[in-house]
């Protein structure tokens, strides 16, 4: 099995594209099989450098590892004109110097009279070559007969070859066109599968006659259906993050968008989650529907919060380590990414709001916020906080059981539920009435910085009693 991804260079990687990438990769792999990726950059216009990055980029972010490759077509461009000169050569190509004009002209008439337009085939038995005129080649195609294949997503295709005309192969700068360097280069690499988007179905029965010529065995053909956004349309831009890259940005985690991207058109039961290795043993892309799927961010922001919850915390604080370098917090300024990840991963959906959710327990604490000190930090709170902060400043152990129990023991003290002490607490913690556990946000915030902070909110509630 040999599998490629073969994307053009005008944009990001984006998520049709990669779900594309995954099904190549899983179908190589499920077989041992090699997975290649081929930079289609023919089109010198709309090929940018940026977007060669942003495809690499999205490929090791996502871990779909190519066996070959990158692979440019653009440093191919020798092979392509041999194989041209062959075809030229065999008779199975000729020189067309018609003019844009003409072709205009046909294609005005072909409409007017109602027929699809296409080349007439002017050229076809033997052009006179036209003074200053270079010529673009074409691929001879068939005339009889027809192209039929069994496309293992939507089954078989069959097209006649009186649909098909000669479709140019080669530019009058002599640079090849996409259906005929996709031909050579699925040919010279020996893809045995090619799996693309079905915006391409109707290049593969051109495809065919290509290899047919060449005298190349085919490959098997998938075309997956598209993308749809939340509303049904196409995706796009409209629908927010496309780009592979966008989604690191916006805090997902490379797993929960690989096992959403796997579920997208394809099923194992009602199975949800994936790991990379069931996925390689159950994935089969004779079982892609060839209905489009529809892109649903709940539950892609499900997944991600599963696999936070549910990887290893030291591979979550790894990827999370990234997001706190963007946001300029110092890791090393608070408690082990390793220990914040379980507390923060059942409160938050994306790596980024964990970040911003942490800043408290790494930097300092800035003002309270007005409604939750107005609400907790008043005078009655003076007494638990100040009961609480000496036994804590009492306890050996800094951790969430010893935390816990001191709190409790506190509130027994002083007679009142537990909630009469954690919420001022949690103001003078955190600058806010909402965080993890009471006990969880005090180990969070270790030993200085808190009773540090409950010093401050004791002095900031007695400087209000005193104003009143
Ligand atoms: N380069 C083409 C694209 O990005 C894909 C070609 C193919 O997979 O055959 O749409």
Known sequence: MRTRFAPSPTGYLHVGGARTALFCYLQARASGGVFILRIEDTDLQRSTPESVQAILDGMEWLGLDYDEGPIYQTHRFDRYAEVIRQLLEEGKAYHCYCSKERIEALREEQMKAGLKPRYDGHCRDGAEPVAGVKPVVRFRNPREGGVVFDDLVRGRISISNTELDDLVIARPDGSPTYN??????????????????????????????????????????????????????????????????????????????????????????????????????????????????????????????????????????????????????????????EDLVPVQADRVKTLREMTDQSRVFYEDLQEFDAGAAKKHLRPVAEEPLRVVGSRLAELDDWNPESLNETVRLAAEELEVGMGKIAQPLRVALTGTAISPSIDKTLWLTGRERSLARIRRALEYVMARAAAT
Do not use: C
């Open 180 to 337: 005929f360097t996709v031909v050579v280069d699925d040919v010279d690499m020996a893809v045995t599968q090619v799996i693309r988007g079905d915006d391409h179905i109707n290049n593969t029965p051109r495809q065919i006659n290509i290899y047919r010529a060449l005298g190349a065995e085919l490959p098997d053909f998938a075309h997956v259906p598209m993308i749809l956004g939340d509303d049904g349309a196409r995706l796009s831009k409209r629908h927010g993050a496309v780009g592979v890259m966008q989604y690191r940005e916006d805090g997902y985690l490379p797993q929960a968008l690989l096992n959403y991207l796997v579920r997208l058109g394809w099923s194992h039961g009602d199975q949800e989650v994936f790991s990379l290795k069931e996925m390689i043993d159950l994935f089969d892309i004779r079982d892609v529907n060839r209905k489009a799927s529809a892109f649903n961010t709940e539950k892609l922001d499900w997944l991600n919060q599963h696999y936070m919850k549910n990887l290893p915390a030291k591979e979550v604080a790894d990827h999370l380590s990234w997001y706190f370098e963007k946001a300029g917090i110092d890791p090393r300024q608070g408690p082990g990414l």
